[in-house]
């Protein structure tokens, strides 16, 4: 197990195995030096953590740790494509979807969830630009759906 | 004629002209090696084939259809860029934006539309990440709209 | 100051200072030749130039400002990464999320206001693919979000 899995480990958050698709596709593509993940859901173990939307069926809060685990789903898949976490060399982009009501506008502090948990598993390495957009729905009624674009050695 | 063109002939799907874009923007842009398509809709003979919101105006089986009509002029848009669908060495990426209530949570089968049809043109090379979301509102009050990135030699 | 920093404040609209994320992420990140940033809201000094949905809160005239405001924070993020915007070869991408209701589909438009900037800014090089999209919510309730990928030498 390389440095990156053994820090997962460590935060709490052992990697689990990818998450395979809900439909007619990869978990994650390399082209060149990049890996492109298809938009994760907070699965665990094979189910969706929470459905529904935010805040109405999902608060905030859990919101924040649902996208947290969708992150980790998408690291599952870089490593699916990649086959070691320890060859990422940056986190380039993350784009959050937060299925919400159209009043809900706290929106970045969900996504947090994601960005934070990349700066504690990559440090420097981990920190990327990011767009956060809510929506009228997600796949199978996830309350967020995370999606990377990540640079390998 | 290149071989992918014939076999989209032989599909009973031949390469449509390119969508000219509803604004101030062009089909497709190449940088390095990978195409970046702009977000096409369901256009057939510059008109939308449906409109309106899945499931409350077009049927999930409708929706479907429609995003390989516009996965079918992404590759129009792919060829605008690059001359020969034959150059194609993988679809990287394919985000489906679907038009749809709250509470239609159905969005992963509608996107395989696009997703089953790349893998009969392109077979491995066809296979990808994607990314289903479904939104408020498209362009023109469109049901789907499909982007693409896609690799080339 | 370089030649499109120059063009800028002909046109008038100077390259503002680079909006601070309103969370755990940075404006814009290089990889190879390509600049992706972060998604950028409609900040004018410091603060959302208007909030709301789309047309019900804010006009689609006022939105289409919002939408080229937005992409000039999108420039400063640009400039950010990596220096000076005259090393910018070509704009690849631009996607434009819309707050809007979902009877609201005169997106295009609204889009334009960025499109229309850049190419005014960039010349040829500025002309790209785009992708646009109505959702739901925006982060602090911003009607408009840009995000830019970017090539440059």
């Given at each position: 197990m390389g440095r990156i899995e053994d820090r997962l480990e460590e935060l709490?958050?052992?990697?689990?195995?990818?998450?395979?698709p809900v439909a007619a596709y990869i978990p994650a593509v390399i082209t060149g030096n990049l890996v492109y993940t298809a938009g994760q859901l907070p699965m665990v173990q094979g189910k969706l953590a929470e459905i529904g939307k935010v805040p109405t069926h999902v608060s905030p809060e859990r919101a924040k740790e649902l996208a947290q685990i969708a992150?980790?789903?998408?690291?599952?898949?870089?490593?699916?494509?990649?086959?070691?976490?320890?060859?990422?060399?940056?986190?380039?982009?993350?784009?959050?979807?937060?299925?919400?009501?159209?009043?809900f506008t706290g929106l970045p502090v969900i996504n947090n969830g994601a960005s934070e948990f990349l700066g504690l598993v990559f440090g420097d390495a981990g920190v990327h630009a990011?767009?956060?957009?809510?929506?009228?729905?997600?796949?199978?009624?996830?309350?967020?759906?995370?999606?990377?674009?990540?640079?390998?050695?």
């Open positions: 709490g958050f052992p990697l689990p195995e990818v998450v395979p992150a980790l789903n998408a690291l599952a898949a870089v490593k699916y494509a990649i086959g070691d976490l320890d060859r990422v060399t940056r986190v380039v982009k993350v784009t959050g979807f937060i299925a919400s009501t159209a009043d990011r767009t956060t957009v809510g929506v009228a729905s997600l796949p199978l009624d996830a309350p967020v759906e995370v999606e990377l674009i990540v640079e390998f050695k």
